[in-house]
């Protein structure tokens, strides 16, 4: 029970003015949140309070249901491209990525190096241009709106890049199975990226200032949405999240695929589990994902072919893989990003599976974790998680 | 009689090849040495594979659970000239760095499998998404029902290979959803 009294004076004021009073004081009632509301982006939550605490939360996704799935069983395969990169909006390679490996796997091909490095890159990009748009949305969400502006200035220059390099700013459609459909414009965007890299690192000092070693920061989020290790892991939460809690696993490290397992970066753990440690370990991610594309800038694009050399490639619409099943996974910001693509044979995928990583930390966690929180810690536990209901809903 | 009996066993070892003295290998003969009905295979490098048929299924999850922390998805496939739903437990050990597929088979008509809320409770959100999409019951989930879809979809199990999907959206849509092309001959979508 909140401690806050309504005064009478306000009660008897507002029921002249034939006003809704909120009940803050004693009733318990239901609030909606969202889909209107920006925390939540496309899906709501049923908030039973009790004051201006939550006694239960209801997670209703659902609104983005587009049926990528079934879709995708009706298209040939290099056609679902253009289909399932819709699955993450803000990091849309992912997809691409999880589907073009399956479907590498089942078919048995190995990727021209050339490929590989790029499609290396193309993520790694993804993710700092990800944690822009969460530097964005979270400090939207604590009342620091200087650094999103920032942040999305600095997801622009990515985006400039993403479009000399794939022609689609925030959709690529680049990554196919077998290598990827462009090659490198090149080296002036190679030396682009660079600049933007250096760019990005020279403004961390501004973003520690103002967002990450900043009071507001810590007030707000010490504390809030606490799990522990064994919680995280019953309940498979998997990314910045999990490793929040101590857990250092990162499929980068742990499954390594494409250059990973060359690439020298270490995986920050820290052990609160609470949002403040959620955040910081973005912090550090960001940080170290900027090491990750200058080093392989400094490696350099091998030379060679950036798709592969196969003739059943001469008619793609009816291009048939072997009968298999695969299942793939990279890390995103969001955490283990999966897709299991089954083939009966046919030019079209039998089944298409995806795992989201908000499957997990967006319904069963965030339900345990708003239990007993305040209304105004729902949008700091929701962007903490980093929710992403598009993997939800697909 | 014997020697039907003698054939069955004789198969039974046919059909277990040999696992590889890898990291993987060892420990999918672990596993199957504490669950013996269960077939384990190694794919590659970090990917293994289990069948255990539907009635153990929950009690060697369980047993898996010790090796394999995480359950990342489970994925249903319609095979439908056999009639089955192949159900695919996707399983990560963040210990041994290993994913596992487990997988079971069970009849389409009145598919019902135990829940394995109790060992994950993650499973809770995987299991509704299958059962409005598949049409599988879970039995022990309390929380079955429209999860994603509408009321109106979430009978139909669309995710079914079977589901009409053309017809479906004539019926919600009607008149107004018109997709011939200019020559009125070819449906358009």
Not at chain 1, 38 to 45: K, L, Q, V
């Amino acid at each position: 029970m909140a401690d806050l009294e309504v005064p009478n004076e306000l009660r008897r004021e507002a029921k002249e003015h034939d006003m809704y009073l909120h009940p803050i004081d004693r009733d318990t009632y239901e609030l909606f949140f969202g889909p209107q509301h920006m925390a939540t982006e496309n899906f709501s939550i049923i908030l039973k309070m009790d004051g201006n605490r939550i006694e239960k939360a209801i997670v209703n996704p659902g609104f983005l249901h587009r049926g990528f799935e079934k879709l995708a069983e009706g298209r040939p395969y290099f056609t679902n491209i253009a289909l399932l990169l819709r699955i993450c909006v803000p990091e849309s390679d992912v997809p691409e990525n999880i589907y073009s490996m399956a479907v590498d796997e089942i078919v048995g091909w190995e990727v021209p190096e050339r490929a590989i490095w790029i499609r290396t890159t193309v993520l790694e990009m993804a993710r700092v241009s990800a944690w822009m748009f969460w530097i964005m949305g979270f400090g939207n969400e604590i009342g620091l709106y200087t650094p999103g502006q920032w942040a999305a200035a600095y997801r622009e220059r990515f985006m400039r890049l993403y479009e000399e390099l794939t022609g689609g700013r925030v959709y690529h459609i680049y990554t196919v199975p077998g290598g990827v459909r462009r090659d490198i414009p090149g080296d002036r965007w190679l030396r682009q990226l660079r600049d933007t890299v250096e760019y990005v690192k020279g403004k961390m000092k501004d973003f520690d200032e103002i967002l990450f070693d900043n009071y507001i920061t810590f007030e707000r989020t010490e504390g809030v949405g606490v799990m522990d290790k064994r919680f995280a892991l019953k309940h498979a939460v998997t990314g910045p999240n999990l490793r929040a809690t101590g857990v250092p696993y990162d499929v980068r490290k742990d499954d390594p695929y494409y250059l990973y397992d060359q690439l020298d970066f270490e995986v920050p753990v820290l052990k609160e589990g609470d949002s403040l440690a959620r955040v910081l370990i973005r912090r550090y991610e960001l940080e170290q994902d900027l090491y990750i594309l200058e080093q392989l800038l400094d490696m350099g694009p091998p030379s060679g072919p950036y798709m592969v050399q196969d003739a059943r490639l001469k008619a793609l619409p009816r291009f048939k893989p072997p009968k298999g099943d695969a299942y793939a996974h990279v890390e995103s910001t969001k955490g283990d990003f999966g897709a299991y693509v089954v083939s009966d044979g046919s030019h079209k995928p039998y089944r298409v599976h995806v795992r989201g990583p908000s499957q997990s930390h967006g319904v069963t966690v965030l339900e345990e974790l708003l239990k007993g929180a305040r209304l105004a810690d729902v949008p700091v536990i929701l962007k903490t998680l980093d929710n992403c209901p598009p993997d939800i809903d697909r | 009689m014997d020697m039907n009996e003698k054939n069955v066993e004789e198969k039974v070892e046919e059909s277990r090849p040999e696992l590889p003295d890898t990291r993987e290998g060892r420990l999918v003969k672990a596993l199957i040495e504490k669950a013996p009905y269960a077939e384990g295979s190694v794919r590659r490098e970090r990917r293994v594979e289990f069948r255990v048929s539907v009635e153990r299924i929950h009690e060697f999850l369980e047993l898996a659970s010790e090796t394999f922390e995480m359950l990342m998805q489970i994925s249903v496939v319609d095979w439908i000239k056999e009639g089955e739903f192949e159900l695919v437990y996707q399983l990560w050990s963040v210990s041994e760095s290993v994913h596992a597929f487990v997988r079971t088979r069970i009849p389409r008509e009145n598919a019902k499998l135990p829940t394995v809320m109790d060992v994950w409770p993650v499973a809770e959100t995987y299991e509704r998404e299958a059962h409005e999409f598949f049409g599988i019951i879970f039995e022990g989930n309390p929380r079955l029902g429209p999860f994603i879809l509408e009321e109106r979809e979430y009978k139909k199990h669309p995710l079914r290979k079977d589901f009409n999907m053309l017809g479906h959206v004539k019926a919600i849509y009607g008149e107004d959803f018109d997709r011939y092309d200019e020559s009125k001959t070819n449906y358009v979508i």
